[in-house]
């Protein structure tokens, strides 16, 4: 690993990986888990998660992007990647040559990988509602899968949907279901893999229905909860950084971009070597952070590479500064700058480098 000089890390407990993984494995009922590490697994690291999970008995995982399978393909020779993103023309040799699950999500790349003389496997998405990627024709679905799963050098091994609304819209959800229903009743011979479920539904519904094999596994994994469900999961990130600095502002003194704070009374402001570039949101202004296991107020206006607390005389040069994953959950972050987990876990940035810790 490069040396690493900042004060600023991003802690990442693969045992809580590990907790998550299989708290939710068991809870499901014999279907198996394909955890989405796509965007480097939401900021925790693509190959460190694999790794782990390789070690937890997972031989398959979903990515968006062809880089993202090609990495994991380097590495890891005998897992099932699935590319969840498009695929184009280009591609399709790559993809075959790496064993990589193209996703045929359009009637383009069908039409493509119809005319392939060479092996590829590839899943199959209908658009039961959201409006994104898949086929929402109905019949012409059907027919495609039909065609499809009789060619021979094409391994048709997986129909899936993606819901829009698991979370907060059950009517819509419902609605999902039962177009992806009405395709598969439909369909000659089923693909060996069917699934839908993202983390909101694998908690609250995925038990209520038989006919999937798989989930998609995202969120959750890393250790929160899209709705409020009586499952105990484990973050897996914890944002920290250390106090370089403490200084004393009297009346009249102010603080930062805009001088947007002035104390009327004598404070106390630690400098905290964490910005905007590293993924604490301007917005945050208004948050707090985690020293000493108590909760201390963000002021001023938050800079690229910095931000302001204020402190109390407890306080001292070279604290641990916990911005989330500890007493103050990833979910609180997200909401108080109108977002939600995914955003905050992905804007954790490059430059922030991640400390792995396992006791297993
Ligand atoms: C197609 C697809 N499946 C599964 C997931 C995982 O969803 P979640 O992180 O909500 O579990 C995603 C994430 O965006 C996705 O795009």
Not at 104 to 115: A, G, Q, R
Not at 166 to 173: I, L, S, T, V
Request: aromatic residues 10%.
């Amino acid at each position: 690993m490069n040396e690493i000089y900042r004060q600023t890390w991003a802690e990442i407990n693969l045992d809580n990986l590990a907790y998550n993984y299989n708290s939710i494995k068991n809870y499901l009922n014999n279907k198996i888990v394909i955890p989405i590490i796509k965007a480097n697994a939401y900021g925790h690291g693509d190959i460190k998660v694999m790794e782990r999970l390789y070690k937890e008995g997972v031989r398959i995982c979903g990515v968006s992007l062809l880089e993202e399978a090609l990495l994991l393909r380097n590495i890891f020779s005998d897992i099932v990647i699935i590319m969840l993103g498009p695929a184009l023309e280009k591609d399709l040799k790559i993809c075959s040559n790496n064993r990589i699950d193209i996703t045929i999500y359009n009637e383009d790349i069908y039409e493509l990988v119809l005319k392939c003389d060479f092996n590829l496997n590839c899943q199959f998405k209908i658009d039961s509602g959201m409006s994104r990627y898949g086929i929402k024709d109905i019949n012409k679905a059907v027919k495609m899968v039909n065609l499809l799963m009789e060619k021979d050098n094409i391994n048709l091994r997986g129909i899936y949907t993606h819901f829009a609304t698991a979370e907060d819209n059950k009517e819509f959800y419902n609605k999902q279901i039962e177009v992806m229903q009405l395709v598969l009743s439909k369909l000659d011979k089923l693909p060996s893999m069917v699934h839908m479920s993202n983390s909101a539904s694998i908690l609250q519904f995925e038990n209520d229905y038989d006919f999937t094999t798989h989930v998609r596994l995202g969120i959750s994994l890393y250790g929160s909860l899209p709705v409020s469900f009586g499952i105990n999961l484990k973050p897996v990130m914890r944002l920290c950084t250390k106090i370089v600095q403490i200084k004393k502002l009297n009346p009249g003194d102010c603080l930062g971009y805009g001088i947007t704070y002035c104390p009327n009374k004598p404070v106390y402001v630690a400098t905290l070597p964490i910005g905007y570039a590293d993924g604490i949101w301007k917005a945050y202004k208004k948050g707090y952070v985690e020293i000493n296991n108590k909760k201390y107020k963000i002021i001023a206006t938050i800079c690229m590479d910095v931000c302001f607390v204020k402190v109390d005389k407890s306080i001292k040069i070279g604290d641990v500064v916990t911005i989330f994953g500890g007493l103050i959950p990833v979910e609180v972050v997200g909401s108080t700058v109108k977002t939600n987990s995914y955003e905050i876990f992905t804007s954790v940035s490059y430059r922030v480098p991640r400390i792995y810790v396992e006791e297993k």
